[in-house]
C-alpha cells in the first residue's frame, strides 16, 4: 500500500524567513495531495491541495509543488509569520473505493521565531 | 452549520472498560472517518463509512468497532480499553474520497 514520508521532523525559522516541507509518497497511482496544518490542541485543517495534473499551485503565501516522476511533493510558505508556527502534515489518496482514503507523514513541527 | 462534532472532548477509562465515542456532521457528507493520533505518528485511520449502513476497516482497526446508522452520524465502540488505545481521536467527513476532509475537535482518551 501507499507509504507517505515527510521531512523534516522539525522545522525552526526566523520570522520573514521561507519554510519548505517535502514529501514522498511511493504508490505512482495516487494523484491527490493535501496539505494539513494543525495549531496545538486543535483539529488539523487543510490549507492547500494538489492534483496530480497540475505541478504548482499557490494560495496568498502558500505553495505545493508536485514532481509525479520522483514522487514527491513539497509545500513552501514564505515570509513566515509566528501565526504559522504549528504541525503540518502532508497527505496522499488515489481515486477509488478505499483507495481514496487519505494515507499521512508523520507530520512536521514548524516554529516561527519573532 | 456546526461541522462535524465530537463528544466527549476528554475521558479516562480504567483497563477493561467500554465507551462510545460520538461523531456527528450535519454538512450531508457520505463519507465519514475515525482516525488515531499518537505523538510524532501522524494520522492512522481506524474505521471508516462511504454512507449509511456501510462501512469498513481501515489501518488500526482491532480494538474498535464503528456503526453507521444514519448520515449524520458515526459511533466508534471501544471494547475492553487497553493502555495502547490512549490517544486523541478524530472524526471527519467528506464529500467524497479524494476531497477536503472537514475534522471534529477530537477526544482526549486517557486509559490507566
Known amino acids: 500500500g501507499e507509504n507517505v514520508e515527510q521531512h523534516p521532523s522539525t522545522l525552526s525559522v526566523q520570522e520573514g524567513d521561507s519554510a519548505v516541507i517535502k514529501c514522498t509518497y511511493s504508490?505512482?497511482?495516487?494523484?491527490?495531495f493535501p496539505w494539513y496544518k494543525q495549531e496545538l490542541g486543535k483539529r488539523p485543517q487543510l490549507i492547500i491541495d494538489?492534483?496530480?495534473?497540475?505541478g504548482e499551485k499557490k494560495d496568498q503565501r502558500i505553495a505545493v509543488t508536485l514532481n509525479k516522476t520522483a514522487k514527491h511533493f513539497s509545500l513552501h510558505i514564505t515570509e513566515t509569520q509566528p501565526e504559522d508556527s504549528a504541525v503540518y502534515f502532508c497527505a496522499a489518496s488515489k481515486d477509488g473505493g478505499s483507495q481514496g482514503n487519505l494515507i499521512f507523514g508523520k507530520g512536521t513541527k514548524l516554529s516561527v521565531k519573532p | 452549520n456546526a461541522g462535524v462534532t465530537q463528544t466527549p472532548k476528554f475521558r479516562i477509562l480504567k483497563i477493561g472498560q467500554s465507551m462510545t465515542l460520538q461523531c456527528a456532521q450535519d454538512?450531508?457528507?457520505?463519507?465519514m472517518y475515525w482516525y488515531r493520533q499518537d505523538p510524532g505518528m501522524g494520522l492512522k485511520l481506524i474505521y471508516y463509512s462511504v454512507g449509511a449502513g456501510i462501512t469498513d476497516k481501515g489501518e488500526v482497526p482491532n480494538g474498535y468497532n464503528v456503526s453507521r446508522s444514519t448520515t449524520e452520524d458515526f459511533p466508534l465502540r471501544l471494547e475492553l480499553a487497553a493502555p495502547s488505545q490512549t490517544s486523541v481521536y478524530f472524526c471527519?467527513?467528506?464529500?467524497?474520497?479524494?476531497?477536503?476532509?472537514?475534522f471534529g475537535p477530537g477526544t482526549r482518551l486517557t486509559v490507566t
Open positions: 471527519a467527513s467528506s464529500y467524497a474520497p479524494s476531497y477536503e476532509q472537514y
Open positions: 454538512m450531508n457528507h457520505n463519507y
Open positions: 494538489i492534483r496530480s495534473n497540475v
Open positions: 504508490d505512482s497511482a495516487s494523484n491527490y
